[in-house]
């Protein structure tokens, strides 16, 4: 097997609040790159779940126009997004969509599941999803209501398909050591950790596993799922426990290598949550505090360390923060009163993850020095984001995109898709609809970044800088290529803002 991806969101491919272009995620466009024709992953009918918002925006749009206003048009709107929502939720509660028909018999290469963290790695099976769906109060057939149990659904989804003839009732590691042990994994791409701290920005809300990292002192495998979806952000010395708790197996299972496969394995590193666009810094520039930050990057020119005296120290960057973080379309109008975090918030956030970051270098290095080969690389996501990130940087982002990027007009940014009411991009280009996740372009990019690494890890033969048609993949990115004009109404109208946050949030 030439590539397998065991992810979160990123990697599932999940756009604009749904879980729908698997085809467009960075794994599958590596696996063309790297020319295998074999590689299968999900796909998601009726645009995915639990909320397509590029796809209901454009049936907003195609029946109302570029704005919602007056006592016909709202009971229009609401009537076409009820219609929309109901679709959805039969397909995927009550039809061919949910997980009650016998799964596919085709595994997945690319397992990858929203919301997964490294515990869920070990986890989540499809019996828990079963048992927790079965289970569920919310199963009736709800007006304005989206799929229910839509993250468990995803994961049964993904980890059932292929289960009758492979390992039973398959966990993430389940099917990796499956297939290592069947005909050996060249290539892992192993990235989980960003669920350890990504619900603080969707909820505005810090709810933090221990003060003193001490949530998993009798084992992280005894940690039951119930009890770890009350948290949303990992004290570090307890994401450590998990982090290596999932790494030691995946060294254990990918050393069990009966087909000698001289195998690799690339990991990035977590990007700083509070970056991406749902939230938005209120206030004017010169209200902005420039804060220091110590950061721990990876030598590019050698991603596989080897020892933990090798791993670099941290330097220190200037990051730009705001005082409040809404979500972004209150931003302007912003109430003390209203959800949000504050600076020192997320600065405790930005900090945690960039402790996170710290032990996945030093755990790659430890492993490949207690191996004695270079097994392990990392691929420095973490750091690209934030030299990629608008605002943080002053204005001034400091990332080196592709050259074709220099002269494609509107530059692509780190900023909330944004429209006018000509039907012209603005803003944007990186993120989706529902701010949090990549769009085609993103995608592209994370690609580009894990081919670098590939390349010198010796996976990838060719010029990195040539194998991608950036203009190709530019045409599959529809939010640029037909551009959303009723998105302006995110920012205009009240009722419209409610709704989507609500959505977005749920």
Known sequence: MKLFTIGDSISQGFMSLASARTDLSYSTLLSKILSIDSYKYPTWPKGGHPLNFEMLFRKLEKRLGTNISGPVEWPMAYSIISSFLDEVEDY???????????????????????????????????????????????????????????????????????????????????????????????????????????????????????????????????????????????????????YEYMFNKVIDIMENNPNNIDYKVFIPTIPIVTIVPLIKAVGKNEDRETVKANEWRVDAKNPAPTGIKQVPVAKEYDYSYGRYYPYFVFAENFDINMPHLNMMQTIHIDNTIRQYNKIIIETVALANEKLGKKKFYLVDISSALSDMALKRNSYSPCYKFPSYFDFIYPRVDTRYYGTNKKGKVMSGGLFSLDGVHPTAIGQGLIAWEILKVMKIAGTFKGNVDKVIDWKALFATDSLRNDPITLVSELYDNIELKKWAIKMLIK
Not at 119 to 142: G, M
Not at 188 to 211: D, F, P, Y
Request: net charge negative; charged share 25%; aromatic share 8%.
């Open 92 to 242: 995927y509660e009550r039809g061919d969509g949910s997980n009650l028909v016998p799964p596919k018999e085709d595994f997945f290469h690319n397992i990858s599941v929203r919301g997964f963290d490294p515990a869920s790695s070990w986890l989540i099976r499809p019996s828990l999803c079963r048992d927790h769906i079965e289970s569920s109060k919310n199963k009736s057939d709800n007006v304005l209501g989206m799929v229910d149990e839509s993250f468990l659904r995803t994961a049964l989804t993904v980890l059932e398909a292929g289960s009758q003839n492979g390992p039973n009732d398959p966990s993430q590691l389940d099917w990796l050591r499956h297939h290592h042990l069947n005909e050996g994994v060249e290539n892992l791409i192993l990235w989980l950790g960003a669920n350890n701290a990504l619900g603080t920005v969707t909820s505005l809300n810090i709810s933090q596993t221990s003060e003193d990292g001490t949530a998993f002192n009798e084992g992280p495998e005894n940690v039951s799922y119930e009890k770890r979806s009350g948290w949303n952000l990992w004290h570090p010395d307890d994401f450590k426990k998990d």
